[in-house]
């Protein structure tokens, strides 16, 4: 018990992908929280939404880097 707990395996971040995209932190944190809001908005009255469209304030990041969000580039 007095040895220091070792990290888990698997329990990397990879940016694999990324290379060349010039979103910024605040165009990326406004997407999560749109995506969070549109999460928060679901209730059991609303008909499912299968359009797969992401909310608006995630346009900066699809276009300029959607492999973030799994819309595109390389990979996907």
Avoid: H
């Avoid at 290379?19 to 944190?29: D, S």
């Amino acid at each position: 018990m007095n040895q220091p707990e070792q990290p888990s395996e698997g329990g990397e971040c990879s940016s694999t992908g990324l290379t060349g995209c010039t979103a910024t932190v605040a165009e990326y944190k406004a997407c999560i929280t749109a995506q969070v809001a549109t999460l928060k908005a679901i209730s059991c009255t609303m008909p499912p939404d299968t359009s797969g469209e992401q909310p608006a304030a995630c346009a900066p990041i699809s276009d300029k880097c959607p492999e973030i969000l799994g819309t595109g580039g390389e990979g996907s």
